[in-house]
């Protein structure tokens, strides 16, 4: 039987077919984990928020219009999830269990660079505001286009150039210590 296309799939589970259902999480699942894990910054979160998210979208995908594609609209619901759930972590503050060994990150050239480098960075965007977060997860973590972030987030494209802006600058400030002295531009 043909899979379909997205907006197929969306219309079959609006009239009650789970199967059509499956078939849409499947496709659309690790890019939305991914977007959670950026946001979230932790494994067990993420995994809860993807949850969260699927359900959401099996919930209300009779109010999906058609208006941006699904993918903009499971986004938005993803990173709605997300910032939802971190506001509610800081109105009750946990303390974060010993994190375990960290598989290397693949971009690295150096091996053992990329292990020792990840926990900081991972420290560094947790600690921006979630609006700045969200749009570095979506346009510098998940390769969207400004617009595409704009339509996910629902902001203005300026806005969301102004928060990868300032995100950046920010992650970089936090994470400028990292160089080596040498490697620093000379009178900073």
Known sequence: ?????????????????????????????????????????????????????????????????????LTTWMHRIAVNTCLDRLRSRQRRATSPLESVAEPEDATATDPFTGVDLRPAIEDALSRIPDEYRAAIVLCDLQGASVAEAADVLEIAVGTVKSRLHRGRRLLARDLGNLRHPSDRPKGT
């Open 1 to 69: 039987m043909d899979e379909g296309d997205d907006t197929d799939l969306i219309g079959r589970v609006i009239e009650g077919d789970r199967r059509a259902f499956d078939l849409l999480m499947r496709r659309h699942e690790e890019r939305i984990f991914a977007v959670c894990l950026g946001m979230m910054r932790d494994r067990e979160a993420a995994l809860d928020a993807t949850q969260d998210t699927f359900l959401t979208v099996f919930r209300k995908a009779q109010q999906f219009r058609g208006d941006a594609k």
